[in-house]
């Protein structure tokens, strides 16, 4: 993504975020909900704002008032401010999945890697444990998708748009209780992906009938329950 990219994916977070906490019922209960996605501590945002971390925890706590347009953007800003200092990652997360034509809140990330890599890799960086071996080794990209938002509110064609430029890649499904929704949506669409993984359960939770369809359409089957900030970095290294 070059500079014009991103400073254009940048300005359009800055709008969505700033939009969302300005007309919430609960403001201080959104912005709290953006710093921890950005993974901002209320020190380090009160620091780039240079007022005390008080400031911001009444703020979040309902303790001050709402707060003004003004305001909000001077907090989103910093947000926005401390990701570019980190590298820019979650603005980057954010201008794939929107160029896409997804909302953030359906499809965490997504991405095409330069060359394929082991399905193993992915695994390890995901904490995922494999309950199927299917038919192909590697992926050549990801996406992370809120299984919920994603069967609900997707149309079929919408939900193919999910493989982006491949479908040699992994789908991960995270909100997951047992497993049976995302898979039985992936009998209906077709192709399928390389590999699934199911996150928020452990073997144990899984749909008894899982691996079975996973085996029938020949893709990997795993489950992870690593926290999904942590897989999302790890998933950044790669």
Known sequence: MDNGDREAARADLARRIAGEITLSEDPGATLRKWRTDFDVSQTALANQLEVSSSVISDYESGRRSSPGIGVVSRMVEALLDIDERRGGGRIRQYARVISAGFESDVVYDLREYSTALPLSTFYEAMGATEIVRGDQDTVNGHTVINSIAAITRLSSEEFYRLYGQSTNRALVFTGVTRGESPL??????????????????????????????ARVDGFSLAVSTRDIEEILENLEEL
Request: charged share 25%; hydrophobic share 45%.
């Open 184 to 213: 039985v949506a992936m009998r209906v669409v077709n192709p399928t992906p390389n590999a699934v993984v199911l996150h928020g359960i452990d073997e144990e939770d899984l749909w008894e009938y899982a691996p079975d369809l």
